[in-house]
């Protein structure tokens, strides 16, 4: 994403302002050309000299002074193509929002076409201050992208909101962000299932799968960062992604009732989610005992198929998407679900090579879709194949 684009890291008076070392770190690692620009505060944090050394440029500091140039501002605001104003204290985001240009940062800023990232770090009181949400209120509908600030540990010793997100993270949502901004996904809800149902059998026994949620995730990232509004009903608690509602459920019967009341209002269902197709046909109320030497008889009854009861039911305008983790006759067993499941693609996946599985980083799959040929991708990372399955999934209606 950041890849030889021209980014600008605004830094102001923050004991946050540490972390835009880091941050400067990861967009030279990821492929950016990097600039930074100080306020004054800014320098009592952390020293334009460590910011030059590790964006390999000259800090902007001050309008006037150590410039060849007589329009600084003007030139860097042309050059950058994105702009991060980490960590923003409540003074700089007032004048942002208010449209102020008293300084080498907020002139170039106010000069910029750039895509703008802001990212509060303060008080807690002073974030909750009125006048302070007001600002960020107003940032966000000029079209800023501001990073909400994390609950956490602050530098006045207590836990509160306030604290700057870790630079990874606000580069992560970020990504996210800008991918999305032209996305071919924006104003469509996508919801998936991911991970393995957890079937009760008493209060500290359940039945589940290998599922990872893995390749859930991935698709929720890939659906986001095409714009779309994007509900996960999971069972694995993993990251948080920029777009993303993260729904929690445990067993196949309350991911049945989430996504099918979530179906109701989406565009496109992917059902990614290992769903376990048996259930203990009661729950004990107390541990079960072992008896004696005998042992132990389940009794288990068939789950609901999320998948196939939504792409029975589905509407003419929705897109319902299977998959199917087989380890034998791959493509004989995907072309029947596919029918037998009313969707309108089926992902192919052998979980029995360790490559590519369930707990896997990488996935390779076939792509099943009535009246096309089957499309295989071959072994990427799974959020490779998952912006691939996406990019395929707005061909379908
Ligand atoms: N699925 C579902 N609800 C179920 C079982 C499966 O929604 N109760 C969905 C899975 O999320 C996947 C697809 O159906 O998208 C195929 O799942 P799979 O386990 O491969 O197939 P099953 O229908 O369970 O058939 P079988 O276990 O006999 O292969």
Do not use: C
Request: glycine share 6%; charged share 20%; net charge neutral.
């Amino acid at each position: 994403m950041f890849k030889e684009k021209n980014v600008l890291v605004m830094v102001s008076g923050s004991v946050a302002a540490y972390k835009s070392a880091t941050l400067v770190r990861l967009l030279i690692k990821s492929g950016a050309n990097v600039r930074v620009g100080m306020t004054t505060a800014a320098q009592e944090f952390i020293t334009s000299k460590t910011l030059s050394i590790l964006s390999g440029n000259d800090v902007l500091t001050d309008l006037f002074v150590g410039h060849t140039s007589d329009i600084v501002h003007i030139d860097w605001a042309k050059w950058a193509d994105i702009i991060f104003v980490v960590p923003a204290t409540a003074n700089l985001i007032g004048k942002l929002a208010q449209g102020i240009a008293d300084d080498a940062v907020t002139a170039t800023i106010m000069a910029s076409t750039a895509d703008k990232i802001i990212a509060p770090a303060m008080n807690d009181n002073m974030l909750a201050n009125p006048a302070v949400m007001r600002n960020i209120a107003t940032l966000k509908k000029d079209g800023w992208f501001v990073i909400e600030s994390a609950v956490g540990f602050l530098a006045e010793g207590y836990i509160a909101q306030g604290r700057l997100p870790e630079p990874i993270d606000i580069l992560q949502q970020s990504a996210v962000r800008l991918r999305a901004k032209n996305g071919m996904l924006i104003g469509k809800k996508v919801i998936i299932t991911a991970g393995g149902t957890r079937e009760d059998l008493d209060p500290v026994r359940y039945l589940t799968n290998r599922s990872s949620g893995k390749m859930g995730y991935a698709l929720a990232r890939a659906a986001a960062e095409m714009g779309a509004e994007v509900a996960l009903i999971t069972t694995i608690v993993r990251e948080n992604i920029f777009g993303v509602t993260n729904i929690f459920v445990n067993s196949a019967q309350e991911m049945f009732d989430v996504a099918t009341h979530e179906f109701a209002t989406a565009d496109v269902f992917i059902s990614a989610a290992a769903v376990s197709d048996f259930k203990p046909a009661e729950i004990a109320v107390h541990k079960i005992k072992k008896q004696a030497d005998d042992g132990l008889t389940l009794n288990l009854v068939q789950n609901p198929d999320i998948l196939r009861t939504i792409g029975q039911s589905k509407k003419s305008h929705q897109i319902v998407i299977g998959f199917a983790a087989e380890t034998q006759e791959i493509l004989v067993h995907g072309q029947d679900k596919l029918i037998k499941k009313h969707a309108d693609m089926l992902i192919t996946n052998d979980v029995s090579q360790s490559d590519t599985g369930f707990s896997s980083d990488d996935n390779a799959v076939t792509i099943l879709i009535p009246n096309r040929s089957p499309e295989t991708l071959p072994k990427a990372s799974k959020i490779d194949i998952a912006r691939a399955i996406m990019t395929r999934v707005i061909t379908l209606k």
